[in-house]
């Protein structure tokens, strides 16, 4: 089974910037699909942002849309969460999320964190003023 590590949580004022990283390891096959969510205290988890290796197409929650953007670093082996003009609203514990293989069906269900199969442990975000 793949082995995730998020980092790069934090604590900053509204409008500031987070780059939060997830090194993946153990991946069997080259291809896979990945997302982030985040988790607020005493709420249900929710997706942010998903995409798959080798894949044209991103995914956003619509409260991120515009302000994160999700990629892989150039050694293919870390996905990469860029959160700018953060808000109140986004603090929460950030977790990386990963299913082997490469999917065409992934933008059906990149939202639901129950189609993943490896989570990493969590990366705290914390936005106030």
């Known amino acids: 089974q793949a082995q995730l590590m998020e980092s790069g949580g934090g604590s900053v004022q509204p409008g500031g910037s987070l780059r939060l990283s997830c090194t993946a390891s153990?991946?069997?096959?080259?291809?896979?699909?990945m997302g982030w969510f985040r988790q607020e205290p005493g709420k249900e988890r929710e997706a942010v942002a998903g995409?798959?290796?080798?894949?044209?197409?991103?995914y956003y929650a619509d409260s991120v849309k515009g302000r994160f953007t999700i990629s892989q670093d150039d050694a293919k082996n870390t996905l990469v969460l860029q959160m700018d003009n953060l808000k109140p609203e986004d603090s929460g514990m950030y977790f990386c999320?990963?299913?082997?293989?490469?999917?065409?069906?992934?933008?059906?269900?990149?939202?639901?964190?129950?189609?993943?199969?490896?989570w990493g442990q969590g990366t705290q975000v914390t936005v106030s003023s």
């Open positions: 999320a990963a299913r082997q293989g490469f999917y065409s069906t992934f933008s059906t269900w990149w939202d639901r964190q129950s189609e993943y199969v490896d």
């Open positions: 153990g991946f069997i096959y080259n291809t896979h699909c």
């Open positions: 995409m798959c290796t080798f894949g044209a197409n991103t």
